[in-house]
């Protein structure tokens, strides 16, 4: 009993420390909003000068989620998460000390690149690590540490507000995760699944031992050779076999529904949507915006308690419909601008809580869980990296159009349009994505090897429990 308390508090350990990944990006999304007011002072910035600035991270997190997968299926889940650390470390080094605007575009797409990389590579390590009956939690850890660092961001960015070139010291900050990130990695071994698949099984074994609860180490090695035996080894080719559609599918539907249903329309422009509903101050504006990173956290909190007990399903139908309800009051408040007057103010605030917290239980840990739970384990990093392309490719998009849009379509109908796209999210949810809790990875790959439909994944659990 103690020593299944101990490794359970291992595995949790672990999982922390790989998620160290996730904050930093959290913090490094995060960061811009708050160092761009006082660059832009710095260096009299144009607008384009300051779109180039904050989209510049997006543009990295492409190239880096694209150009890694293979490296992370051929090096493996550790090396390619030490050299991340290490690019995030030179990276804040580097544009803190910023000369000019160009090294800091430079330095912002190298953060990117790291951000790319971290953000499928930390939740597969820790989906292949992880005993199968809280998969789901430790892999939230991951959502859970992007909240946080998304959260300290704008405290970091508060606090420095007021130093001469405060921004630079924001900036800074990130070498610290990422010291934690890069020392700790040192320490931890590569995931039991990347071992076997390059037939290091006695490592493989050896590691299964120190972090599995259950002595049946020997069965769950046996179903990592079965299914390494049936896969061809061509990533591409392999990606596109029919086998794998379903997979596909429904990775590059929960990327899209993920970011295109507007989390970071509110995550990057908490403030002017504050300010456009009433709040003058800069200050009230950003004092709100610390509200939904607060709320962003506690929410994630209570996704990572109840995702191995109530499942992937039901989280996302309830999340999606809490989405949908305050998209409709968010766009109303902006439609009855007049009629509203100044309560216009705490409709605005509310159905925006409201909608972090939804997502905060759904979307937000789901999407990158399920991906690390559908993929077959030989093209897995590759597979994730791919899907990983495609979210901050359509977060990219999202964000550089956001603004022309409520030029263009008005506050109200942008938000309907979001609450449309989440009704069709909601669809999506209810009719393909399968329920993985309590799957193992082997038996998801299974599955799509007797090319059943996505939701008989569900009976078949029901079946064996
Ligand atoms: C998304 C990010 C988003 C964050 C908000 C993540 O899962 O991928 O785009 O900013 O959640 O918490």
Request: with cysteine; proline share 3%; net charge neutral.
């Amino acid at each position: 009993m103690e020593n299944v308390g101990r490794k359970n508090y291992l595995i949790y350990l672990i999982a922390a420390i790989v998620a160290m990944g996730g904050l930093l990006f959290g913090y490094d999304t995060g960061v811009i909003s708050g160092a761009l007011l006082f660059i832009k002072e710095e260096w009299t910035l144009t607008p384009i000068c300051q779109g180039w600035l904050v989209s510049s991270v997006l543009v990295g997190a492409v190239l880096g989620s694209a150009f890694s997968g293979k490296v992370t299926d051929y090096y493996g889940r550790k090396n390619i998460i030490i050299i991340t650390a290490l690019i995030f470390f030179f990276g804040s080094i580097g544009t803190a000390l910023a000369p000019s605007l160009e090294w800091l575009v430079f330095g912002r797409i190298i953060i990117g690149v790291a951000i790319g990389i971290a953000s499928f590579a930390v939740p597969l390590y820790i989906a292949e690590i992880s005993p199968d009956n809280i998969r789901g939690a430790l892999v939230s850890l991951n959502q859970l540490a992007i909240t946080v660092g998304i959260l300290s961001s704008y405290l970091i960015d508060q606090y420095f507000a007021s130093f001469d070139h405060g921004w630079r010291y924001m900036f800074f900050v990130g070498i610290v995760p990422a010291l934690i990130l890069g020392i700790g990695m040192i320490f931890l071994p590569d995931t039991p699944r990347w071992l076997m698949s390059k037939n290091l099984e006695d490592k493989a074994k050896e590691v299964l031992n120190k972090i599995n609860n259950n002595d049946n180490t020997d069965i769950i090695l046996k179903n990592m050779k079965k299914t390494l035996e049936t896969e061809s080894g061509n990533s591409w080719k392999e990606l596109f076999l029919p086998y794998i559609r379903p997979a596909m599918i429904i990775g590059i539907g929960l990327m899209f529904f993920q970011i295109c249903t507007g989390i970071n329309t509110i995550i990057y422009y908490a403030p002017t949507i504050f300010q456009m509903a009433g709040f003058q101050s800069a200050t009230a504006a950003i004092s709100a915006t610390v509200g939904v990173g607060v709320i962003n956290v506690l929410m994630t909190i209570v996704s990572i308690k109840l995702i191995d007990k109530l499942g992937r399903k039901i989280l996302l139908s309830v999340g999606l419909s809490g989405m949908i309800l305050s998209l409709i009051a968010l766009g109303f408040a902006f439609y009855a601008t007049e009629a509203l007057g100044s309560a216009l103010k705490w409709v605005a605030v509310g159905s925006l809580l409201t909608y972090i917290a939804s997502f905060a239980v759904s979307l937000g840990p789901i999407c990158w869980l399920l991906i690390s739970e559908i993929f077959p384990l030989r093209i897995r990093g590759f597979a994730m990296s791919i899907m990983t392309v495609f979210n901050w490719g359509f977060n990219f998009v999202v964000v550089l159009t956001f603004l022309p849009l409520l030029q263009s379509l008005g506050t109200a109908v942008t938000f309907w349009m979001f609450a449309l796209i989440s009704i069709a999210g909601w669809i999506f949810n209810h009719y393909y994505v399968p329920e993985t809790k309590g799957h193992s990875l082997e038996a998801i790959e299974e599955h799509w090897l007797q090319g059943k439909h996505p939701l008989e994944l569900e009976e078949v659990l029901s079946q064996a429990s």
